[in-house]
């Protein structure tokens, strides 16, 4: 398995607050993703990063930014989390820009 | 977003039997991944597709890139009860997009 962890891996919080969720990996891969997955949209990509401070932005990237000041660590944050953003969030990293490995994932509630 | 389709949505089999599942897509794609998520967890990549016609395997694993390069297909053989989950597909369709297109998956379950 490749080594990605994800923190918080469940978390609940109220309209209007900010959040942050953490991916780190321990495989020096160059490319991270964050995707969500909510059941009939299947998995979506919110954000990217193809290296340290070099980010862009996925399909769903409205009320999502991301930072990466280092090579193991890619944080998610939503600002004003709101219902919408329930949902299970999953970091993924890859090499080569194609095979892509996932991390165990965070479930978000937004009360 | 473009999603992929596939099919079965849901499959209901007993140990031991053969499966298959598709992905269709109405557009190109130059690679072509399978993925196996079970509760609760991550997706796990199973195969990588990488040339039209490829045929590739992974144990009891087998899945092949369409020629049409809008289709891949995933055959698992004499199913075990570890094989339990969500399949997905995911294409890409430019080398070094780093966008995925996911399918809708397919729920594998095994009746006792």
């Known amino acids: 398995d490749a080594g990605i962890t994800q923190s918080p891996r469940h978390k609940v919080t109220e309209t209007g607050t900010p959040v942050t969720l953490r991916c780190h990996q321990t495989e020096n891969h160059r490319y991270m993703y964050w995707y969500r997955q909510d059941p009939g949209h299947g998995l979506r990509l919110i954000h990217y990063?193809?290296?340290?401070?070099?980010?862009d932005k996925g399909e769903v990237s409205d009320g999502y930014s991301v930072s990466r000041s280092k090579t193991e660590d890619f944080l998610l944050t939503l600002e004003s989390a709101t219902s919408s953003q329930t949902s299970v969030y999953f970091c993924a990293i890859s090499e080569s820009r194609v095979e892509q490995y996932f991390g165990p994932g965070t479930r978000l509630t937004v009360t | 977003g473009q999603q992929l389709n596939q099919s079965p949505q849901s499959m209901f089999i007993q140990e031991g039997e053969d499966v298959s599942m598709n992905c269709t897509s109405s557009?190109?794609?130059?690679?072509w991944l399978w993925y196996k998520q079970d509760p609760g967890e991550g997706p796990v990549l199973l195969i990588a597709l990488y040339k039209a016609g490829e045929l590739t395997s992974n144990g009891r694993l087998t899945a092949q890139f369409g020629i049409t390069r809008k289709d891949s297909f995933l055959n698992i053989s004499a199913s075990i009860p570890s094989d339990v989950g969500i399949y997905f597909c995911?294409?890409?369709?430019?080398?070094?997009?780093?966008?995925?297109?996911f399918g809708t998956g397919t729920r594998l379950t095994i009746i006792p």
């Open positions: 990063s193809y290296g340290v401070k070099d980010t």
């Open positions: 557009s190109i794609f130059n690679t």
């Open positions: 995911a294409g890409q369709s430019n080398f070094g997009n780093e966008k995925l297109t």
